[in-house]
Structures are given as structure tokens and as C-alpha cells.
């Protein structure tokens, strides 16, 4: 039971690039979050899906998108690097039974640079 | 809508010494709430969660939490501070949509030899 697993652990993109990180769930969640993290405001949502092909917009959607073809796998893609999105990367997933009291599980994260 | 506020960015404590971390939050409905720790370079971890079963909650490694419902508050606390304790904190609500948490900025606790 591997739980939440995120790919790459590093990446170095050039401003303007493209590219998607990884993550997939092996605990049948319905529930599945992005996150970044930045010195001292935590961690902000990025996009979320509460089930395979629902997604939905958080509070920093801008530059990235989201699919869910499958309850396992949620990637997220940057479509144009930019500086400001050096950061570093959390993939989470909960189980979605309406218990409000089930905890996320997350990802090691991505450390994502953009030069 | 809800959030939460960490009251101190940073503690620092002596090994051996109580620790105390304060959040205090925001919700308009009954809320679900939750400390995480992040060790460096790692990702969360859960300490504990309030369920609404007991509002002195008990977590891994020592720690707990006291739910405060007037004061709104949700303080993590340790009786006594070890090394392996120095990492970053999260308190952590979520609200009616509980596929959407709102985190704390974080506190980072230091412990002095």
C-alpha cells in the first residue's frame, strides 16, 4: 500500500515550458487535491476532483490544469512555466464518504523550479 | 467560507519543555479541524483530529489538542519537547465542503539542547 505517490520529486523547467506533474492514489479515494506551498502562507489549493472526470477550479488556478480519468491518477500540468510558480508541490487524496472527519493524505510533494 | 490563523510563525523551546501552539479559526458551519506536522523536506503527516467526540483530542508522539468551541480556537499542545519535534506545524479546517482545506501559514518549532 504505497498511499499517495507523487512524480518528479525535483524538476527545473525554463520559463515557458510545459510539463506535468504526477500523482496517483492506491486507497480508492474519491477526493483528490493539488496544493502549493509557499514560505509562510502554507498551503493554498490549487485544483480539486471529487470524482473521475469532476474537477474544479481552488483558490490559485491560474497557469495550471487538471484531468481525472481514473479515481487513481490526478495530474497537473503548467502550461507556460513562469517564476512564480516555483513552489513546492503537494498531491492529496480523502476519502469522500461525507464523513467530515477523514483526514487527507499526502504526497512527499514536487520541488519545482522555474529559471 | 473558513480559515484559520496560526498565532506565532515560530516557537522555540528547550528539550524537555512544554510546548504550545496556538490556532484559532473560522467557520460557519461545525467544523473539522486538524494539526499536521512537516518534517523538513518531507511531506504532512497527520498528528490528530477533532471529531467532535471529545474536545480534548490525542494524537501521535505526545501531542494534543483542546477544541475550543467560544474561543474558537484549536491549540496543539506537548508536555515535553523532544528533538525530533522540530518540524513545521499546520493547523488544518475544513467546513461543508470537506474536499476543500484551509490551512494555517504554519509555525516552526525549534528545540534548544
Known amino acids: 500500500n504505497a498511499g499517495v505517490t507523487q512524480t518528479p520529486k525535483f524538476q527545473v523547467l ?37 470524482g473521475a472526470g469532476i474537477t ?12 481525472r ?15 512564480s510558480q516555483t513552489s513546492v508541490y503537494f498531491c492529496a487524496s480523502k476519502r469522500g464518504d461525507r ?6 493524505f499526502f504526497g512527499q510533494g514536487t520541488r519545482l523550479t522555474v529559471v | 467560507a473558513q480559515s484559520v490563523t496560526q498565532l506565532d510563525s515560530h ?3 528547550s528539550e524537555g ?8 479559526y473560522s467557520s460557519s458551519y461545525s467544523p473539522s479541524l486538524f494539526w499536521y506536522v512537516q518534517h523538513p523536506n518531507k511531506g504532512l503527516q497527520l498528528l490528530l483530529k477533532y471529531t467532535s467526540a471529545a474536545t480534548l483530542v490525542k494524537g501521535i508522539n505526545g501531542f494534543e489538542a483542546e477544541f475550543k ?12 519537547a523532544h528533538m525530533s519535534d522540530a518540524a513545521e506545524y499546520f493547523c488544518v479546517v475544513s467546513g461543508s465542503n470537506d474536499y476543500k482545506l484551509s490551512f494555517g501559514a504554519g509555525t516552526t518549532v525549534t528545540v534548544r539542547a
Open chain 1, 99 to 104: 464523513g467530515r472527519n477523514t483526514e487527507a
Open chain 1, 69 to 83: 480519468s481514473t479515481t487513481e491518477d490526478f495530474p497537473l500540468r503548467l502550461l507556460s512555466a513562469a517564476p
Open chain 2, 17 to 24: 519543555t512544554p510546548v504550545l501552539l496556538r490556532c484559532n
Open chain 1, 14 to 50: 525554463k520559463t515557458g515550458q510545459s510539463m506535468t506533474l504526477q500523482c496517483a492514489q492506491d486507497m480508492n479515494h474519491e477526493y483528490m487535491s493539488w496544493y502549493r506551498q509557499d514560505p509562510g502562507m502554507g498551503l493554498r489549493l490549487i485544483h480539486y476532483s471529487v
Open chain 2, 69 to 80: 468551541k467560544s474561543e474558537t480556537s484549536f491549540h496543539l499542545t506537548k508536555p515535553s
Open chain 1, 56 to 67: 474544479d477550479q481552488g483558490e490559485v488556478p491560474n497557469g495550471y490544469n487538471v484531468s
Open chain 2, 11 to 13: 516557537v522555540s523551546v
